[in-house]
């Protein structure tokens, strides 16, 4: 944590054994579908042993549309988030909003887009099984 970080600007695809990831107390405003799907990937990892733990709490992030696809997610991954229902973000810079509670309807097409990309990142990993035969398309 306290790396000023806006972003995760560093390659984790080749930290394999990684097992907590301490982004509390950074700059985040909101996470970038692409980091999420990086983190997704590294979870899925085939020689994983235990899971991945992230921790994102303590970040300044701004409760607008550009956080529904960190909330779809949050309650979507397997990556296990630490402390995930503290996590806040804020109207104002004064109001801290849980984000798991926010209402998010005005933003209904960011989250079917954030979905449907998670979606399909997960089948195309583990791949889709045929519905008659149950084998692999």
Not at 2 to 13: A, G, H, Q, R, T
Not at 55 to 82: A, E, G, Y
Not at 104 to 123: L, V
Request: hydrophobic share 40%.
């Amino acid at each position: 944590g306290d790396n000023l970080l806006k972003d995760i600007n560093f390659e984790v695809n080749c930290l394999k054994n990684l097992r907590f990831l301490d982004l509390e107390r950074n700059k985040f405003d909101f996470v970038k579908t692409h980091d999420l799907l990086l983190l997704n990937e590294l979870e899925a990892s085939p020689d994983r042993t235990t899971n991945l733990i992230v921790d994102f709490n303590l970040n300044p992030f701004t409760c607008d549309c550009k956080i529904s696809s960190f909330r779809t997610w949050i309650h979507s991954t397997n990556v296990t988030v630490r402390n995930k229902e503290t996590l806040m973000c804020f109207h104002n810079k004064v109001n801290p909003l849980p984000i798991l509670e926010l209402d998010m309807t005005e933003c209904s097409a960011a989250i079917a887009a954030a979905t449907i990309m998670f979606t399909t990142a997960t089948d195309n990993h583990y791949g889709s099984l045929h519905p008659d035969t149950g084998s692999q398309l």
